[in-house]
């Protein structure tokens, strides 16, 4: 199998054998890190990364795992390039696939990074958008993986926004054999579209994809439950409303104990701690928010390791 010159612009890029092939490889890269083994398999090349938004988990594990892997990754902030307004994004596609092997964007419109795709040669790689969080769901799949040994058939459910991480995690639970519940304020539900692509995948791998707005009947019984913040990169100005319209979606003790015994608790972070979650869920025994940020690490060098 072979992923090479592929862009990663939505999770629904990856076939379900194409996942499972990325979290294999990122396990092996993983064990083989932490033995002190890190094989130099993008020497010479190196990745743009283009940030439209803050970052400290993507910027930080993208350009760690460029190095890791003997490449080399350039950091692109807002001012730096003015995406879309000093030059256009296409013109901006077409002058880094000169110079470099890869371009990684984190933007406010999906459609700048599809623009990107459709005009750089070189791949794509979604870091995050006002829809979907790919490599964030990359990370989660194998944080779930490491701790229950397999995917298929585990409940997750989501509690909150229905937003870019939601999206992502959809069509990932979908291809892995998860079944995933979310429940949001009816306002907040996660794109209609997204949900049906993400049944749609779903009906073959044999598991459930359902959208309600209560979150205890989403939680009972679940494996993991994820939960991101309440107000989203971009949305600033609807942060009163969004405040009020999710008091009643919190992830705390009271909605945990709903879950399996066995349950972890995971979130994208960063955590609005006393808003989405309470503390005593983050920093609890169940939640595993830690060894999350970490695998964004191994299962994006896995990613670059193979398009680039
Ligand atoms: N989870 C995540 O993408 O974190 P950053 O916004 O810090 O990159
Ligand atoms: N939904 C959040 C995720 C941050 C990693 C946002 O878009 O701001």
Redesign the pocket.
């Given at each position: 199998m072979t992923l090479r010159g592929r862009d990663f612009v939505s999770m629904d890029d990856l076939s379900p054998e194409e996942v499972r092939f990325v979290l294999d490889t990122a396990v092996d890269l993983k064990r083989r890190s932490k033995a002190g083994d890190r094989p130099p398999l993008l020497a010479g090349r190196v990745l743009a990364m283009i940030f439209e938004?803050?970052?400290?988990?993507?910027?930080v594990t993208f350009e760690t795992g460029m190095w890791e892997l003997g490449g080399h990754a350039i950091y692109l902030a807002p001012q730096d390039i003015q995406l879309g307004a000093r030059e256009s994004v296409p013109d901006v596609a077409r002058n880094l696939e000169r110079w470099v092997q890869g371009i990684m964007a984190?933007t406010f419109a999906h459609r700048t990074v599809q623009l990107l795709a459709e005009h750089a040669r070189v791949p794509v790689i979604n870091?995050?958008s006002d829809v979907e969080?790919p490599?964030?769901t990359l990370g989660d799949l194998l944080t779930i993986r490491e701790r229950f040994g397999h995917l298929d058939g585990l409940r997750v459910a989501w509690v909150g926004d229905g937003n870019n991480?939601c999206h992502s995690l959809l069509l990932g639970a979908a291809k892995v054999g998860m079944h995933m519940a979310v429940a949001t304020p009816p306002r907040y539900a996660p794109e209609p579209a997204i949900v049906a692509r993400a049944r749609e995948i779903a009906s073959t791998a044999g598991s459930r994809i359902e959208v309600g707005t209560d979150a205890r009947a989403a939680a009972r019984g679940a494996d993991v439950i994820y939960t991101d913040v309440w107000v989203s990169?971009g949305q600033e100005a609807e942060r009163d409303a969004k405040i009020k319209a999710f008091s009643e979606f919190q992830v705390n003790a009271a909605l945990v104990s709903q879950a399996a015994s066995r349950a972890v608790v995971l979130h994208?972070?960063?955590a609005h701690r006393g808003e989405e979650i309470t503390d005593e869920v983050l920093d609890g025994p169940q939640s595993l928010v830690l060894d999350q940020?970490e695998n964004?690490l191994h299962a994006q060098k896995a990613l670059l390791s193979l398009i680039l």
């Open positions: 938004k803050p970052s400290l988990r993507t910027r984190r870091g995050l969080h490599c964030q991480v990169m994208c972070l960063p940020a964004r």
